[in-house]
């Protein structure tokens, strides 16, 4: 079994990501990707959400953060809902046939009453996505979280502080996560002139 990738190309990335919102109209899996590329949060995290992790009924908006209780670690992580989230969640709670409560999975199953979506659907709807996008290499639900750190690297946030957005024991974890090539490697050897 090979190893779930990051998607790299910022323009393969964004026909990922958009796949479901423009090919599909189907706002549940356009903001699951938005999540998952937005939170590295793992996907049995993402699917256990419930609308009031992250919609505050009383005010009408949502929240400025989604506090998770990760299952493989059992470490609390507060996470930031950035504007991208924000819009995702906005549109997909405006489209909804019938307003959800707090109790409501953030992303049901349409199988059963207030049920997840379980882990082999999630892997079906990334892998439909992916194939759309003519991405041949290992993409899974994991490659979202793998996604998030590769580009927020790519973008100079530094190692130490992935490692505990990750709740990763060692940096050596994270390295294998953040995908880095040969090509990344040369940049540096290519800008370095001292």
Aim: glycine share 6%.
């Amino acid at each position: 079994m090979s190893a779930a990738e990051p998607i790299r190309n910022p323009q393969k990335l964004q026909d990922f990501k958009n796949y479901y919102l423009s090919e599909k109209c189907n706002a549940r899996n356009y903001t699951l990707f938005v999540m998952g590329l937005n939170t590295a949060l793992r996907i049995s995290d993402l699917l256990q959400l419930q609308w009031k992790d992250v919609y505050d009924f009383s005010r009408e908006t949502c929240f400025s953060h989604v506090c998770v209780t990760e299952q493989k670690t059992g470490k609390t992580n507060q996470i930031a809902l950035n504007q991208a989230i924000i819009d995702a969640l906005g549109n997909y709670y405006g489209i909804l046939k019938e307003a959800p409560s707090g109790e409501h999975f953030l992303f049901p199953s349409r199988k059963g009453n207030n049920r997840p979506l379980g882990r082999s659907q999630a892997f079906r709807i990334v892998k439909e996505a992916a194939r759309a996008n003519g991405m041949n290499q290992h993409i899974s639900c994991h490659s979202l979280r793998k996604t998030f750190g590769y580009h927020a690297w790519r973008q100079g946030v530094s190692s130490v502080l992935l490692t505990d957005i990750y709740n990763h024991s060692s940096f050596r974890i994270t390295k294998r996560y953040l995908g880095i090539e040969q090509d990344d490697r040369d940049n540096v050897f290519l800008n370095i002139s001292l």
